[in-house]
């Protein structure tokens, strides 16, 4: 054996020995559930293992069962998201899952500040305006008795 072949050989040996454990398996899908790490995602199947910092993301009708090898069972319902790290505890996973806020719900609110001030502003300037008329009207009615004459 060479000594370029004995340190290829070498290097993917302790590749290896880093690479992370699994942390669980998935142990129900359905309907369309994606899991990303990193820049890579793939379409998520039972059986496949799951490692720290993988992100489950449920389509509006699939749903997922993950199953942690602490016992921790995580349910991901119909558009909804969990990441799963190593770190956590199963409380913090559970409450980690998270419902998705829709594209065009996001778009109306995060993506256009000016707009929402610009109702904000308007509003504020219909609520003085109307508040500067009542106070300022001619309520004087001379015609008008007070008592019931």
Same mark, same amino acid.
């Given at each position: 054996?060479?000594?370029?072949?004995?340190?290829?050989?070498?290097?993917?040996?302790?590749?290896?020995?880093?690479?992370?454990?699994?942390?669980?398996?998935?142990?129900?899908?359905?309907?369309?559930?994606? &899991?990303?790490?990193?820049? $890579? %995602?793939?379409?998520?199947?039972?059986?496949?293992? *799951?490692?720290? @910092?993988?992100?489950? /993301? #449920?389509?509006?009708?699939?749903?997922?069962?993950?199953?942690?090898?602490?016992?921790?069972?995580?349910?991901?319902?119909?558009?909804?998201?969990?990441?799963?790290?190593?770190?956590?505890?199963?409380?913090?996973?559970?409450?980690?899952?998270?419902?998705?806020?829709?594209?065009? &719900?996001?778009?109306?609110? $995060? %993506?256009?500040?000016?707009?929402?001030?610009?109702? *904000?502003?308007? @509003?504020?300037?219909? /609520? #003085?305006?109307?508040?500067?008329?009542?106070?300022?009207?001619?309520?004087?009615?001379?015609?008008?008795?007070?008592?019931?004459?």
């Amino acid at each position: 054996m060479s000594l370029k072949s004995l340190v290829v050989l070498s290097a993917l040996v302790s590749a290896s020995a880093f690479a992370q454990a699994p942390l669980g398996t998935v142990s129900k899908v359905e309907g369309v559930v994606t &899991a990303t790490q990193g820049a $890579s %995602g793939v379409t998520v199947t039972p059986g496949m293992p *799951i490692t720290s @910092g993988m992100r489950f /993301v #449920t389509t509006s009708r699939a749903t997922a069962t993950l199953t942690l090898n602490s016992g921790c069972v995580l349910n991901v319902p119909p558009s909804s998201a969990v990441t799963v790290r190593s770190d956590l505890t199963c409380q913090q996973l559970l409450a980690g899952v998270t419902p998705l806020v829709p594209v065009a &719900a996001q778009a109306a609110f $995060s %993506g256009s500040p000016g707009l929402v001030n610009g109702v *904000i502003a308007v @509003g504020g300037i219909g /609520v #003085t305006a109307g508040a500067i008329y009542e106070f300022t009207k001619n309520d004087d009615n001379d015609n008008v008795p007070i008592s019931g004459q």
